[in-house]
Antibody, heavy 117, light 107 residues
Framework: EVQLVESGGGLVQPGGSLTLSCAVS????????MTWVRQAPGKGLEWVAN????????NFLDSVRGRFSISRDFAKNSLYLQMDSLRAEDTALYYC??????????WGQGTTVTVSS | EIVMTQSPGTLSVSPGERVTLSCGAS??????LAWYQQKAGQAPRLLIY???TRATGVPARFSGSGSGTEFTLTISSLQSDDFAVYSC?????????FGQGTKLEIK
């Protein structure tokens, strides 16, 4: 069974840091680009960042570039999102998803990040 | 950044009706357009990619069309399971932007 399981969310103060993880199983991890998408409470989906097969290409939403970094660990079949200098507007449910070049086909259930003092 | 605009924001429909949702792009995305369905409390589900290709396991009542800047998602006969939020996403240019979503609610 294919599974993407996010973890690492929580409550953090503005200016703080958090690292999200996405554990992938049931598929050949290195075949896929991987993506982070977020959804603020009551809002639509927002693409955040992605990383290619061998981690040589990384793309970011303008509002997170320079604050967030994305990485992947092939030994652990895991994707990460390191988030620094967090702001209130980063509060959202964060999903990881596979990107096979034809849309985001497999999604995790998400992990919640709340930035508040 | 390409802006994706969906209309309407909310649509009240009855089961069995045919419904068409619209998605527009601020510049051409060719056919690099996906549609997702999201039910309350659940992750999105890929329905359509390449503007018109159904993803694995998606019922034939869902169809997509369009290219360039104008796209539609049609549900031929609404089932009770189809009441959800539908979002389009372009994957032609980074950042891969989403529309704001159209909510289908029961009339």
């Amino acid at each position: 069974e294919v599974q993407l399981v996010e973890s690492g969310g929580g409550l953090v103060q503005p200016g703080g840091s958090l690292t999200l993880s996405c554990a992938v199983s049931g598929l050949t991890f290195r075949k896929y680009w991987m993506t982070w998408v977020r959804q603020a409470p009551g809002k639509g989906l927002e693409w955040v960042a992605n990383i290619n097969h061998d981690a040589s290409v990384k793309n970011f939403l303008d509002s997170v570039r320079g604050r967030f970094s994305i990485s992947r660990d092939f030994a652990k079949n895991s994707l990460y999102l390191q988030m620094d200098s967090l702001r209130a507007e980063d509060t959202a449910l964060y999903y990881c998803a596979t990107d096979g070049g034809t849309g985001l086909s497999i999604w995790g259930q998400g992990t919640t990040v709340t930035v508040s003092s | 950044e390409i802006v994706m605009t969906q209309s309407p924001g909310t649509l009240s429909v009855s089961p069995g009706e045919r419904v068409t949702l619209s998605c527009g792009a601020s510049q051409s995305v060719r056919s690099n357009l996906a549609w997702y369905q999201q039910k309350a409390g659940q992750a999105p589900r890929l329905l359509i990619y390449g503007a018109s290709t159904r993803a694995t396991g998606v019922p034939a009542r869902f169809s997509g069309s369009g290219s360039g800047t104008e796209f539609t998602l049609t549900i031929s006969s609404l089932q009770s399971d189809d009441f959800a939020v539908y979002s389009c996403q372009q994957y032609n240019n980074w950042p891969y932007t989403f529309g704001q979503g159209t909510k289908l609610e029961i009339k």
